[in-house]
């Protein structure tokens, strides 16, 4: 097979192989799926180590719904699978291309000019992807996160949200990418190194920006009342030299009862984040009965339905500090700087990859484009069918990478003397989140950003919470 596969032309070759690969990791991450899916359906009984953390109630309930999880995610893996590898064989981006001509000459931009071709295409690509995928997360969140009691939204408040999202997404897209062409064009011989230039200040001012102005257009961001809880991080971040600036409650109950916190910000200007359901004393969830009105008495925007939950959610005010307390480990440790030197070396590198490869024919050719050799095509064609077992290799490092930076922030927090307060934190999280905590080896290696429940519990120390 191999033989004749050598017999065939060039271009032939870069297409079987782009989509043999694609194809193998499918096949590769289907295998571990299943693993862990076995993991799910074999384990109903708490496992004796666990069973002074975890009630019988609330194992089953996590066991169905990441089975539920699971099973979605085969169907939805299989299907776009099947739809990228269809637009390949049936020569859909050439299509779209010529479409996009078509669309940019009848609004009389002229299809000469590339960029405005190329825009159009992004629009109905991005368009088309966001159509395509609306069924499976309509799905996804009415269907198995209803289920399971965390789905706050109404579908119209998500198809509001997925418009918007749309538009948002369109605004900084077009005119990034025109500029990014533009640079690439006139750039010369070292244009990577300006388009590489160029996506690093773009990153930089959307990471400035994307909290004051992006991210509210989509939530309700409040400042953290005055009080005890806004004392205790105040001094906690001072004790570390952490510049913090503001604390704000982010309005997560709005769109489903899962949990979380973050910190972001440059240089003097930090701010902290903490979703209202991660707030015992804050959480809507847990006030039932007085649906209708917000704590300041104004109506509930109708698209909102935040129903109560029958058991209290959320952390008291010291387990809330200490998962700050390794929020901010990972800050005094510089991951947060390793991650983003990581990130733009790895950026350095594919343009300049992508500078030695966007010359070769044969890589448009292989992808159905025959006479013309558009560079929006050329960096779709490169960064993501050519590297692509380059970033799968990438994601992998990263993500065991991303497992030492949490054991090294646990530590931390177990530093600042808040072990026994993380411990119960991060018992009360798993539980809120139905989190599963028995995982398949390889299926946890290869996926798990974060250490499993018990490891991260047992390097804790096995703090005695009673
Ligand atoms: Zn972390």
Redesign the pocket.
């Known amino acids: 097979m191999l033989e004749s596969m050598l017999a065939l032309p060039v271009e032939k070759q870069i297409f079987l192989a782009v989509l043999g690969f694609s194809w193998t990791v499918y096949l590769w991450e289907a295998y571990l799926s299943y693993r862990q899916r076995r993991i799910y359906r074999s384990t109903t009984q708490v496992p004796q180590e666990l069973g002074k953390i975890m009630d019988t109630d609330t194992f089953e309930k996590s066991r169905l719904y990441q089975l539920d999880k699971s099973n979605f995610s085969f169907w939805s893996g299989l299907y776009s699978e099947t739809e990228g590898t269809l637009i390949l064989v049936l020569g859909g981006i050439p299509y779209l291309w010529s479409l996009a001509g078509t669309v940019s000459g009848r609004f009389g931009f002229g299809a000469e000019y590339e960029i405005t071709q190329s825009l159009v295409f992004l629009t109905l690509a991005t368009l088309f992807s966001a159509v395509t995928g609306l069924p499976w997360s309509i799905y996804s969140t009415f269907i198995i996160e209803e289920k399971h009691g965390f789905n706050q939204q109404t579908l119209g408040f998500f198809l509001k949200d997925a418009v918007k999202k749309f538009a948002v997404t369109q605004c900084i897209l077009l005119p990034v990418t025109s500029l990014l062409l533009h640079i690439i064009k006139i750039g010369g011989d070292f244009f990577f190194i300006y388009a590489w230039l160029f996506t690093l200040c773009v990153s930089l001012v959307l990471v400035t920006i994307y909290a004051d102005y992006i991210a509210p257009l989509f939530d309700k961001f409040t400042p953290l009342p005055e009080g005890e809880l806004k004392t205790d991080i105040e001094t906690m971040s001072q004790s570390i030299s952490f510049p913090l600036t503001k604390v704000y409650v982010v309005e997560g109950s709005k769109r489903s009862s899962h949990s979380n916190a973050y910190f972001y910000g440059f240089f003097k200007n930090k701010r902290i984040v903490l979703f209202d359901t991660l707030l015992e004393d804050y959480s809507p969830l847990n006030q039932a009965g007085d649906h209708g009105a917000d704590p300041e008495g104004n109506d509930m925007p109708s698209e909102s339905k935040v129903k109560p939950k029958n058991k209290k959610q959320g952390c008291n005010n010291p387990e809330i500090l200490a998962v700050l307390g390794?929020?901010l480990g990972?800050w005094k440790l510089g991951h947060t700087v390793k991650n983003i030197v990581i990130s733009q070396m790895n950026s350095f590198l594919c343009f300049f990859l992508f500078a030695v490869l966007i010359g070769r024919r044969e890589l448009f050719l292989a992808f159905g484009f025959n006479d013309s050799q558009p560079t929006l095509i050329g960096l779709m064609i490169i960064f993501q069918f050519i590297f692509s077992p380059y970033n799968e290799l990438l994601s992998f490092c990263l993500t065991v990478l991303s497992r030492r930076?949490?054991f090294q922030?646990d530590a931390f927090a177990l530093g600042m003397g808040k072990a026994s307060q993380l411990y119960s934190a991060l018992i009360k999280l798993n539980k809120d989140n139905l989190g599963f905590p028995v995982a398949d080896w390889l299926f946890s290696m290869w996926h798990y950003s974060?250490p499993p429940l018990l490891e991260r519990l047992r390097a804790l120390g096995n703090v005695k919470q009673d």
Do not use: M, Q, R
């Open positions: 390794h929020e990972h930076f949490e922030a974060h």
